[in-house]
């Protein structure tokens, strides 16, 4: 592709804690098989932490001048993530009429019958699933109605497309989940699995950490994106918000 096709800036941003992560971690303490949640995992939405994160987030960019925030907002449908796009707006993060953008592509990995299973419920309650897993690697493994991080890749790749075709030498944010912002990485910077994976287990995205993408057209015949940060929290600490990197409230990403 030739640069000009390719966004100024792409900046992509897990989520905001959410009610499934603090779940998740109560579970994990009790030791329990099940994550308990009550709603779809679309429909989880924000802790008041999570709230008081996207805050920040927005409040960080908002000291920047009109012309270095972001001008395109992306987000999962999920609950969670639109709440994140929402408050970060509301909060000066960009223009206050700016229109979000909600892409089902950007959504969370889905997990099938492993939905709301913590890691030891897995083990314990899908013990086939859990060797095809050890077997497979967590990068190939597609539990029964679920993806595979390949899956989740597949379709991130056409998101890739569209933003190339339609918000060239724009400043786009997206605003979705861990396992979107990792094989989005996958796929910008042309890694294989095992860089990805040593990625992955270096660390949890922290929640509204900043993945920071810029345009360099001397990068390959063509230009392109060079990641310039991963997993910044600085937004959050300038404000004095707790930063917190739990898995989502189904198997998460590291589990």
Known sequence: MRSARWPRQ???????QSAGNVARD??????????????????VPL????REQARALGHWFARE?????????????????????????????????????????????????????TVSGIHNLEPQQAEFRRLLG??????????????????????MDTISLHYA??????????VVVLCLRYIIEGLNEAEILAIDRAGDVANCAITDYRLDPGKGHD???????????????REDKPVTKEPDAIAGARG
């Open 10 to 16: 792409l900046i992509i941003v897990r989520h905001g």
């Open 26 to 43: 109560a579970a994990d303490e009790a030791l329990a098989d099940r994550i308990a949640l009550t709603e779809r995992d679309a429909d």
């Open 47 to 50: 802790s008041h932490l999570g």
């Open 65 to 117: 001048q009109p012309d270095q925030r972001p001008e395109i907002l992306l987000s999962s449908p999920y609950r969670r993530a639109c709440q994140s796009a929402q408050i970060f707006r509301d909060a000066g993060g960009c223009e206050a009429d700016e229109k979000i953008c909600f892409d089902e592509r950007l959504r969370e990995k889905e997990f099938g019958i492993l939905d709301g299973l």
């Open 138 to 159: 967590k990068f190939y493994h597609r539990p029964p109605g679920g993806e595979s991080w390949c899956d989740v890749i597949l379709r991130l790749r056409s998101v």
């Open 169 to 178: 030498e724009r400043r786009v944010i997206i605003f979705t989940h861990q």
């Open 223 to 237: 230009g392109g994106l060079v990641l310039q940060r991963y997993n910044v929290t600085a937004p959050l600490e």
